[in-house]
């Protein structure tokens, strides 16, 4: 069963070069989301943190060797989903950027360590920790 | 341009009831992942917060009237991307999980809010912070 989504927008940073990682990036760039989204970006403020998910586009098919790597900045060699590689079964990569600016459907952040041109899939916001005093508010399975 | 996953595994839990977010969940059940990929699970261990990307496999169609929606347990009438909702452009869903035990293809875990036969896109470690001791190790974009 295939899933299938649609970029929301792209990313765009005049980087030649980017961080292996969000977490050891300062490279600012550029998230355009599509017009017909914009009303949805309303709530984004600069001094945010947000999670960008997006399509790791330029990845080769993943093949059975890419079960186990070896990270660039690690000694070991670590099953895939202990890692971020851009090479996954499912090419899928997720970024915590901070906003520095927000205006119509282009959002300045700083963290980039996507490439110029990444389709991004979808925005959210962070949320690191169990939140015991909120509430559950249980749906149906 | 239409970009396509495949699931990678599935949720299970035998709770009838989830909460509306991993952040006040203490409900546990299991991702049982293809064994095609099962090798790339050896460095998940009990105790570790693990990344889970997911398809909202329920969610209907997204539609303009989405754009802006108020969360359960907020006030605020929020723009999605501002809000976990399972109603996004894109219907990926992000969870953070606890790991209590893992065993063959099969994770164990602590903090579903997924309900029962979730289909499973990704698993990444939990990585929160900027860490400026670490080496960028930049590649070419």
């Known amino acids: 069963m295939a899933i299938e989504f649609k970029p929301i927008g792209y990313v765009h940073t005049e980087a030649q070069v980017v961080p292996r990682h969000w977490s050891v990036s300062q490279v600012e760039g550029r ?12 709530d984004i403020k600069p001094g945010q943190q947000i999670v ?3 399509h790791f586009h330029r990845s080769p098919p993943f093949a059975p060797a890419n079960l186990i790597q070896k990270p660039p900045h690690r000694e070991a060699r670590l099953g895939v989903f202990s890692t971020c590689s851009p090479r996954r079964p499912n090419p899928l990569g997720l970024s915590v950027v901070e906003v520095l600016a927000i205006q119509g459907n282009t959002i300045t952040v700083k963290g980039i360590d996507m490439v110029d041109g990444t389709p991004i899939l979808d925005l959210k916001p962070l949320v690191t920790d169990y939140q015991p005093d909120q509430p559950a508010l249980e749906s149906p399975a």
Do not use: M, N, S, W
Not at 32 to 42: A, F, H, N, T, W
């Open 31 to 42: 998230l355009v989301i599509d017009p017909q989204y914009q009303e949805g970006l309303k």
């Open 52 to 54: 960008v998910l997006f």
